[in-house]
């Protein structure tokens, strides 16, 4: 009996192929999928080399695949579901199909399945939690143009915003404008919002200027300093309220933090533990138990009525 998983994020696409026993026996990667993104045709196409790559390792055509399931990026709107569904069956994939946001996925992953919630940070941000009887909550998630505090996203933004406002006389000094015009291969810093596009800027270039706020911020600039600590106090925010419409206690709630932005003993991470801590949640921001594309693993056992308490993907 084979199982699929993929975790199909802003940036790149992971899937990965188990057999019953959780032994993960093909895996495979290609580009984003998030529908919003980059379109159905690019998402089909990334998703479909992804879980092609990983059977092809595997060894196993798509029919001997009895679940799987998909952790997206950007998955919200009901007309989705319809679209993700001919994409599986495209595939050749006719086992179960469970189709899930990115979210869910990290929490199943993160949390093992259990109580808590996942707070992610990577071109795009959001937290999820679910109680044990199955109630869920988010927060955040909600787009570059509405939300997404604390995402890479936000950071290049935000960098750009106060290196222009710098060369305008209307902000203080930073590091930020040197580091982005070699970054951006640009002369000065006025040229940023042409190189960018930034009308129609993608996501996930605009995020890739991220680890510039976080070189500068490790050389002591007070301008990338500051917009950590919105950024960690954005995710803290979003956490909480998740575990307050929960009925979970901080003091006592697992909160695990993931997305590329929030890996251990990152700037960001750092003050968001901090953050989080001020906030009353007791153990702060923890490692995630397992990969969000393990998540996916487990939350397709349980579709064949598997305990994920019982089943370990991996290997």
């Known amino acids: ?8 994020g802003g940036s790149h696409t992971a899937c990965w192929v188990a057999d019953e026993s959780g032994r993960v026996r093909g895996r495979g990667e290609a580009g984003p999928c998030n529908l919003g993104s980059v379109g159905p045709e690019a998402a089909e196409a990334n998703l479909g080399a992804a879980a092609r790559a990983a059977m092809a390792q ?3 055509r798509p ?34 199909l469970r189709i899930e946001n990115d979210a869910v996925i990290a929490w199943a992953g993160g949390c093992r399945a259990r109580p808590g919630a996942v707070v992610l940070a990577g071109t795009g941000s959001i937290a999820y939690g679910r109680t044990g009887d199955g109630r869920s909550a988010r927060a955040g998630g909600w787009g570059p143009l509405f939300g997404d505090e604390g995402s890479g996203f936000t950071l290049g933004r935000r960098a750009v915003t106060a290196a222009l406002q710098a060369a305008d006389g209307r902000g203080p000094a930073t590091a930020l404008a040197a580091l982005l015009c070699r970054g951006l291969d640009i002369p000065t810093i006025e040229d940023a919002v042409s190189a960018i596009r930034w009308h129609d800027a993608d996501p996930a270039r605009v995020a890739a200027l991220a680890p510039l706020v ?14 950590l600590t919105q950024a960690a106090d954005g ?7 998740v575990l307050a419409r929960l009925g979970l206690h901080p003091a ?5 933090a993931g997305g590329s932005l929030l890996g251990e003993d990152t700037p960001l991470r750092r003050r968001l533990d901090a953050a989080l801590r001020r906030r009353g949640v007791a153990g702060g921001a923890r490692a995630p138990l397992l990969a969000p594309v393990a998540g996916a693993l487990l939350l397709a056992w349980a579709t064949l009525g598997g305990n994920p308490d019982t089943w370990t993907p991996g290997g």
């Not at 009996?1 to 199909?8: A, F, Q, S």
């Open 214 to 227: 976080l070189r500068a911020a490790a050389g002591g600039d007070a301008v990338a300093l500051d917009i």
């Open 1 to 8: 009996m084979w199982l699929l998983g993929v975790d199909g």
């Open 63 to 96: 029919a001997d695949v009895a679940a799987s399931c998909f952790g997206l990026a950007g998955f919200d709107r009901p007309g989705d579901r319809a679209a993700l569904q001919a994409m599986a069956l495209r595939l050749g994939l006719t086992g179960s």
């Open 252 to 256: 006592a709630a697992l909160v695990v």
């Open 58 to 60: 595997a060894g196993v």
């Open 235 to 241: 995710l803290a925010e979003m956490a909480v309220a």
